[in-house]
């Protein structure tokens, strides 16, 4: 195969210091090059997630060894590999779980915890799977155990995390209700497959789960919100429900009766991707290479888009995600990938 021409500097975005989506700003680097093991991708999307904003916040710093570049998943072309790479070669299209360093416009990737492109997906599409496809299998099948027939409960269900959950528990035979923040969004769940959108800002939550499981409550909780909502979860629980902590954008709970959780018998199990490691996260690319991927592939799950930005408009992708008015995945788009923005 021919060898494709690697430039030396590259777009980026970098935070100035911890602070608001402004302080994301556009810079040149070194391109990063591929050591033992590792893929180097040029970056055709990437997407845009919560710790990225927690990052920008100054509240969530990289592991040791990560780029200090935001950034958890993208999709491109492989451009050079390094020494003992096995599972992929120059010129193919992969989509990758990162620890950092997305938003560029080239990106090293462990060959381990990238994956080949779904078949029949555009790499935009591509770059909207890892870390929500992770993370939610990660939690919702590997640790919550999630079967067919049960009831799950997912806060948020139009954010990123949220139409991933929704998809995959219907995917896999499980009943979902969701809490949303309007009619549109309440609309939207539905839509995704959603048996019931409960809109918070009208109804309490806790007292719509039990109407709607005849008192039985939610088998599994997945929860992104955190403070006041971890008493209200462990209500809303059914008994012996699993309760899968994933973010605490509320904070931490500042009362909380245990006693429900002795009584009901319930899990309350929280976890992060970022830190984790590459073993770690290449057993999570396994399970979803064998059991997802065809999903994908035969059109039957599929990454809802909110939004795309080029790259250099990352403050702008950032603001987007902060009025949490989206539906979907926000996207970046590398400069030499502008036909992927819509």
Partial sequence: MTAIAIPSVMQAIDIKQPGGPEQLVAIEMPVPRPDAGYLLVRV????????????????????PGASLIPGLEIAGEVVAVGPDVSRFAVGDKVC??????????????HETN???????????????????????????????????GEILLV????SGIGTVSIMLAKAFGATVLTTVG???????????????AINYRTHDFVAETKRLTGGHGADVIVDLVAGDYVARNYAAAAVEGRILQIGIQHGPARELNLMPLLSKRLTHTGTTLRPRSIEEKAAIAADLLEKVWPLLADGRL???????????????AHTTMEASTHIGKIMLVTPGYADLLV
């Fill in 44 to 63: 055709a999307a990437a997407g845009v997630n919560r710790p990225d904003v927690m990052q920008r916040a100054g509240s969530y710093p990289p592991p």
């Fill in 182 to 196: 309007s009619e549109e969004k309440c609309a939207a769940a539905i839509k995704l497959g959603a048996d019931s």
């Fill in 96 to 109: 990758a779980l990162i620890a950092g360093g997305g938003y560029a416009e080239y990106c090293v990737v």
């Fill in 114 to 148: 990238a994956l080949p492109i779904p078949r029949g997906f555009s790499l935009l599409q591509a770059a909207a799977l890892p870390e929500t496809f992770f993370t939610v299998w990660a939690n919702l099948f590997q640790r919550g155990k999630l079967q067919a």
């Fill in 155 to 158: 806060h948020g269900g139009t």
């Fill in 302 to 316: 599929q990454p809802l888009i909110d939004s795309t930005f080029p790259l250099y408009r990352a403050c702008d």
